[in-house]
């Protein structure tokens, strides 16, 4: 299973982005999926997830960002609305084989490579 992020880049506080994450080698609908991002000197934190029948999203960024499926793609996509200057973080998309949706880093066995997203004000 290998996870591929993209979609990152540098934009102005308010300004949309949207990541994408695609997986390779394994079947879209037999894992949950979530979105993690880090900024130095920070742990981890959670910013939303999406198993086969919910989706949940950190306080943070709750009525901002919209996590979806493409599963044509077999990607898990991250739109990224009003964006803040504290959003600025190393994004990583995450995967766990069941259906489960975990909020910490534990519960996800594959991590694709982050994609950097720098917020100015």
């Known amino acids: 299973v290998q996870l591929q992020a993209s979609g990152g880049g540098s934009v102005q506080a308010g300004d949309f982005l949207s990541l994408s994450c695609t997986l390779s080698?394994?079947?879209?609908?037999?894992?949950?999926l979530a979105w993690f991002r880090q900024s130095p000197g920070l742990e981890r934190e959670f910013v939303g997830g999406?198993?086969?029948?919910?989706?949940v999203y950190a306080d943070a960024v709750k009525g901002r960002f919209t996590i979806s499926r493409e599963y044509v793609k077999s990607a898990m996509l991250l739109q990224m609305n009003g964006l803040k200057p504290q959003d600025t973080a190393t994004y990583y998309c995450?995967?766990?084989?069941?259906?489960?949706?975990?909020?910490?880093?534990?519960?996800?066995?594959?991590w694709g490579h982050g994609t950097k997203v720098t917020v100015s004000s």
């Open positions: 999406m198993s086969w029948n919910d989706v």
């Open positions: 080698g394994a079947s879209l609908e037999n894992y949950v």
């Open positions: 995450a995967a766990s084989h069941g259906r489960i949706l975990h909020t910490t880093a534990e519960g996800y066995e594959y």
